[in-house]
């Protein structure tokens, strides 16, 4: 059996926030991937390797390119390693009306953030 690595465990970390961020659930991909839904646990938790096959399957649904959810992108546009209170607050944040308040909070966030990493 195949060491499990932290190459493993990040693309799972990858497809977890790609799947939050998409708004699908472990049990939707799984249908829509030909696995159960523990495997995608597994998947996303770096427990079980997955096949390229599988990585540009996921990919694909999605909507974003396999080399994303490898973070082998050279341009910096891989998609970052998200904890659970940013997928949180950006699927909150996705639910907001567009509105002017919704460009103010994007504003306040960001000068937060600026002004904090001083």
Not at 1 to 8: A, G, P, R, W
Not at 26 to 41: E, N, P
Not at 45 to 69: D, M, Q
């Amino acid at each position: 059996m195949k060491q499990v690595t932290d190459t493993d465990r990040a693309i799972g970390e990858r497809i977890t926030a790609a799947r939050k961020l998409a708004g699908l659930s472990q049990t939707t991909l799984a249908t829509a991937i030909g696995v159960t839904f523990q495997q995608v646990q597994k998947y996303e938790k770096g427990l079980n390797r997955i096949s390229a096959g599988k990585i540009v399957e996921i990919a694909k649904l999605l909507g974003i390119g396999h080399a994303e959810l490898l973070g082998s992108q050279d341009d910096g546009s891989a998609l970052p390693s998200l904890s659970r209170a940013a997928v949180t607050l950006a699927q909150a944040f996705d639910r907001l009306p567009e509105n002017t308040s919704k460009a103010q909070l994007r504003r306040l966030v960001i000068a937060l953030a600026e002004d904090l990493g001083k």
